[in-house]
């Protein structure tokens, strides 16, 4: 039974979901928006929401901690650049989840995911 288990595995494997998190994060970073299901929205939500309030302080430590979780550095750059000085005044709530509809294929609840 899986009473009182908070965390989101996506029918995964520990080391397939944290490379599908990072990678999700870096396209909606990169990007600013990105269409995907409503299961792995809300899960990359838990992980891009602490990156910016990382950003928002800007420091070389904080540099270094989310160029541990995202691959290139143009998304580090524009992360600690762009998007942290964005949201200075923001107490956190920095994406946005929209609902698109559903695929046709398989019936999933297609999202939109964004910064607001």
Request: hydrophobic content about 35%.
């Amino acid at each position: 039974m899986r009473h009182r288990k908070k965390k989101i595995t996506l029918g995964r494997e520990k080391a397939q979901r944290e490379a599908l998190m990072r990678s999700l994060a870096e396209s909606l970073i990169l990007h600013g928006a990105i269409k995907t299901t409503s299961a792995k929205a809300k899960a990359l939500r838990t992980v891009v929401e602490p990156l910016v309030t990382k950003a928002k302080r800007g420091n070389l430590f904080d540099k270094r901690m989310v160029s541990k979780v995202l691959y290139t550095k143009l998304a580090v750059e524009k992360l600690m650049k762009d998007i942290g000085p964005r949201y200075k005044d923001r107490q956190g709530g920095y994406t946005r989840i929209t609902k698109i509809g559903s695929r046709p294929n398989d019936g999933a609840e297609v999202v939109r995911i964004e910064f607001v």
